[in-house]
């Protein structure tokens, strides 16, 4: 800034006159308050007053003060362009001063304000910030500073240029009616004639500043401050409330909004900013060879206990990347290795290395010797312990290990053989997890280290001064050179990210490539709630135009990537205006998206009882796709909150076909939310569902400062945590985001333009996308197995039961299972234990009658709800009971199905619906069962049981017709009883299964019913002594209906036919000898249960 001499004398006789100085900015076409603030007790109160914007005709204002002649044409010099002109003014006091005097009258302490000098600024000097409009002056109810100290203080300020960028400092104590200012104002003066010291372009201005002055003067006077300060809080409440509700919040949310989006961080040293390698990478090294072959693709893991730590994660990242394996507790007899010339398990684990170098010596060299011959190799963990260990040798090995350290700065060997999923070349910088790092020093060259790591300076000052950190090994491999055991080592448990990867490298490397994992990985990001939100969580403009590039750079690291939008078109156009624009600019971009579809108004649709209903909301949604050119052709759907894919609720499978043609959808809750790794897919009314995966970011997680953890957690879960792992172990991805993570500080953006950014620095994944259909396709060719649905519970869950039909009742479902097998008197059973009134079956079948068949079959395909309908909520009353019950009454629901307990899939989908059901079975001499099933099916008219002997069937080759060989197997397979209970207890414990000797439910079924009663803890229990009664023509007991008469059951039981030829029979005995002798070994493992007295004669007999 440029100041005259003359004005700098001006300015200094000014100065010296009033004893204050005050410097403005000069700005174009602005305005500028007052602030005033009251002296003595009331200086607590300030009163801002707006003076109106007023504009100079030549676009720029005149400071403060009465211009000269010379000032005029200084000013239209400076219009003109003379950037060099100086403006000099002087202060016209009279005006201000009369100012000062109106308010000290009313408010003053009898002090007369004198108005301050006017300084000059160069016209050609820019404002300091364009968005200031408004000067903030606190001096004008204050008494003037008589201290000369003060008034230099300003000039200084002045002459420093503080005051020429628009800020006034003021700087004083009080001392009795003198004051020394401590407040800042931010002083961008506009136009002239504003305020109490200053003119209208030179007309006037001395006059309407007074009369002005004497406006406010007459209105304050006589009022209490208080209720000036409470008045304008009102006024300020009810204009908020004005501008939110009818002219909109976009201006709120500009003064608000903060530039935090945060930037990946994630820099490859192997990388270029376009995600390519900077040098071409050597393929992953295939592991597979011909020793493959020999070994099944099984792990063996050795555990300290069955709750150890490690133990248990090693067995959640196999289950997570789908590995079999078995558990056994260190230190007992070893498994069977081996299945005739095949070896049972591809690699060794051991929880604690300790366990295996510590081994019994035949023990020792049984495993030994099974690794040589079938080229099985080891993997060991260095347990932690409180002993520290400095150079201390391994047993039988030249390798020697140091223990309890800390460590950091880990990284890979890039010549290492073993590493294949695990890529080499970058370093995992900072502190290593925990303290009981082990390391290891060799000296032989059948050791080759893994990782690399440096000890922790920080944890170990005085070690590290003056001296080289040499790496230290935290990971070996053992190449076999020295016994023919390749082995790989590891230091430390599963803690570090980095080692997960490693284990399933060494798990690759050491079966031979049986147990490596596929290196493709698709991922597919959907985008729930698109146009659904609360306004300020919505996309602007800006906001799409961020997703676009976004996605284009994911689309350079991820071939085929796009983001998949799924929208609810019902609150199209329902945010601010600038949403609404942010609304309008996605739709003009609608081909550079994949689309599906939610439900018009964001329905939860368990919640429609109704198709047409259902599939009108749908059909709204279409419509609205149709208007806006949005695709209708995806084949996918997500239903909102998940609810009706799982549990299914019929109708919304129904309507998603006939309004969208979905092929595909996918859920987070199939078969429970958590854990994450056991999330699985499956097919539906030819609707394939697949997992989907959280990526750590909800509705709420819009700003980075606010995300649980802050910033330095979501880090974590990229950078090798949680999200991560879940691509590295899920060969196809399908994550869940919401429309408001890519607004506010686009956190979705940053966490997977991030996360894809690591897994290219740390694995030879190859990353791709597809649309879902062909995602679907590829997950179910991988995981064929997973094609069946299987029913859990809804009850049991309690995410379940919120998006499940109000219109069900999980205490409608049977509390015990009746499952046979066929032939043994289930449905004698099922007819005594009607009789009680406390106990209700399921409603008949037209098609199997009183058996349901729901477990078996392709009954199981039709779902929870076809299942429940058999078993209503509202009990019928059961009038023809000798206990009779009214409706409502309380029932214990069971259900009777024979062909129960030889299914295969039975048990463990009976244990998913009915975790907590006693389950019930009848056993008889198989051979014996056997033998009723064939007569059973000849008085059926089957046409092969009446074209081929008994014999002939039982010994039917498996090159027989097909149906000889299945009513053969009809015939046998139910009878190996032991095999089948080990398959039920499994999954039901045995305190919850009862057996139930056959041959004494036929001669002495009043106990057997009592000791059932007690079993199921039915109340109050039925006395069957006085309703059941033997009857001598059918052979067996019957209800007693009155004195005379009995009700038996009907003509087909207890049916009388030729008893079995020797030949068969002996037959059978061999044939099932091994199982009756398993069986006896099971119910003596059970306890408290009784051998049978046909299981002693069949032995017997057979021996």
Known sequence: ????????????????????????????????????????????????????????????????????????????DAAAGAAAATVTATATVDATANCGNHFSKHFGNGNVYAAPAAVSRSPATPPTDLHTHHITDRSMLLPPPTSAST?????????????????????????GNNYDFNSTSSTSIGSSGNGCSGSNNGNGGASNISSFCNLIARRCYGINVRRCVYVLFAITVVSILYYTHYVGTDMVYGLIQRDTHPAPI??????????????????????????RLRIDPKVLVFVETTYSGLGRDIAELLVYNRIKYKLEVAGKSLPVLTNLDKGRYGVIVFENLDKYLNMDKWNRELLDKYCREYSVGIVGFVSPSEETLVGAQLRDFPLFIHTNLRLRDASLNPSSSVLRLTRAGETAWGALPGDDWAVFQHNHSTYEPVEWAQRNTQEYPADSVGQVQLPLTTVLQDRGQLDGIQRVLFGSSLRFWLHRLVFLDALSYLSHGQLSLSLERMILVDIDDIFVGEKGTRLRPDDVRALIATQRIIGGMVPGFRFNLGFSGKYYHHGTREENLGDDFLLQNVQEFNWFSHMWKHQQPHLYDNLTLLMGEMQLNYAFAKEHNIPTSSGYSISPHHSGVYPAHELLYHAWKRVWNVKVTSTEEYPHLRPARLRRGFIHRNIMVLPRQTCGLFTHTMYIDRYPGGRDKLDESIQGGELF???????????????????????ALYTFQSVIKFLQCWTNLKLASAPPIQLAEMYFRLHPEEVDPVWGNPCDDARHKKIWSKTKNCDSLPKFLVIGPQ???????????????????????????????????????????????????????????????????????????????????????????????KIVTILISPAKRAYSWYQHQRAHGDIIANNYSFYQVITASDSAPRALKDLRNRCLNPGKYAQHLEHWLAYYPAQQVHIIDGEQLRLNPIDVMNELQRFIKIQPQLDYSNHLRYDVKKGFYCQAVSEKRNKCLGKSKGRQYPAMDERS??????????????????????????????????LSTGT
């Open 1 to 76: 800034m440029t100041i005259s001499a003359a004005a700098r004398t001006a300015t200094t006789k000014a100065t010296a006159a009033i004893g204050t100085t005050t410097t403005a900015t000069t700005t174009p076409t602005t305005s500028y308050n007052i602030a005033n603030r009251l002296p003595g007790k009331s200086a607590k109160y300030e009163k801002l007053i707006k003076q109106p914007q007023m504009q100079s005709g030549l676009g720029r204002t005149s400071v403060t003060g009465t211009q000269t002649d010379a000032d005029t044409d200084a000013d239209v």
């Open 151 to 175: 008034a230099a203080t300003m000039e200084q300020h002045t002459s420093n240029g503080f005051l020429a960028s628009g800020i006034v400092t003021y700087k004083a104590k009080t001392n």
């Open 266 to 291: 994630i820099n490859c040293r192997m990388m270029n900013s376009a995600g390519k390698h900077i040098r071409d990478a050597s393929p992953a090294p295939d592991h597979r060879s011909e020793a």
């Open 725 to 747: 792992q879940t691509i590295v172990y899920n060969p196809i991805n399908i994550f869940m985001t919401h429309m408001s993570n890519y607004g506010s500080d686009r956190l």
């Open 823 to 917: 032939k043994t008197g289930t449905t004698a059973l099922y007819t005594f234990l009607s009789m009680h009134g406390s106990v209700a079956s399921n409603i008949p079948s037209p098609e199997t009658f009183e058996e349901v068949q729901f477990f078996n079959g392709n009954n199981y395909y039709r779902g929870l709800d076809w299942y429940m309908d058999f078993f209503p909520s509202e009990s019928l009353p059961n009038t023809s009971s000798p206990m009779p019950t009214s409706v409502g009454s309380p029932r214990f629901m069971f259900e009777k199905s024979a062909t129960y307990f030889d299914g295969e899939a039975v048990p463990k989908r009976a244990h998913a619906l009915l975790p907590h059901a």
């Open 1065 to 1098: 029979a002996k037959l059978l005995q061999r044939y099932y000898l091994n199982h009756n002798t398993a069986l006896v070994k099971l119910l003596k493992k059970l306890g408290s249960r009784p051998i049978p007295q046909w299981l002693k004669d069949d």
